[in-house]
């Protein structure tokens, strides 16, 4: 989600800073303890999906455009996921 970094234009459109590696790992990890607490040992695609607003919600920075427009963070995450 990296602006200039990427191929997708609603992240060039609305995105002012995105979320980086740390971003990644941490998405990891969280999934990785969800999967715990449910009793897997393994992460299944709805640990992901849990766990994706939290970890980005904060690491993703809306330009003007997105504001002006009303485009919110978690819109932005919504059409990534």
Do not use: C
């Amino acid at each position: 989600t990296r602006t200039g970094h990427t191929d997708i234009a609603f992240v060039n459109e609305w995105v002012r800073w995105g979320a980086g590696p740390r971003a990644g790992q941490a998405m990891i990890v969280t999934a990785k303890a969800r999967a715990l607490l449910h009793g897997r040992f393994s992460v299944i695609p709805e640990d992901i999906r849990h766990v994706a607003y939290p970890v980005l919600r904060h690491r993703i920075v809306r330009n003007f455009k997105a504001e002006a427009e009303g485009v919110s963070v978690d819109g932005i995450i919504e059409k990534l996921m």
